[in-house]
């Protein structure tokens, strides 16, 4: 499994995980077949980065530790706006924000 940039997708990848939007709707699911226009349509709705199947191909363009360190830069509260759609990921976003206040305040 390998997290690349929506630019890089190719025909026939795979989807790793279900891909949602940004109120928690599903768009696709986990082992959806990819081709490169529906990635140009998931970027145009803002999506950069999808997690796709398989090992990394030369030249491939993979999301770089800085894309994914800006996502860890994001405060929870926007993270998880409008992705709260269930009380599992109720509890989920309370504790993280239980740990983070914690660690914040020492």
Do not use: W
Not at 59 to 87: C, D, H, M, R, W
């Amino acid at each position: 499994m390998r997290i690349i940039s929506i630019k890089a997708v190719k025909d026939g990848m795979v989807l790793a995980e279900s891909l949602k939007n940004s109120h928690g709707g599903l768009l696709l699911e986990k082992g959806t077949p990819l081709t490169e226009a529906f990635a140009a349509r998931l970027a145009q709705r803002g999506i950069s980065t999808v997690c796709v199947e398989g090992e990394p191909e030369p030249g491939e363009e993979i999301a770089s530790a800085v894309q994914i360190a800006e996502i860890q830069t994001i405060p929870l509260e926007k993270l998880f706006e409008g992705k709260i759609v269930n009380k599992s990921m109720q509890i989920i976003y309370e504790a993280l924000i239980r740990i983070r206040d914690r660690d914040a305040n020492g």
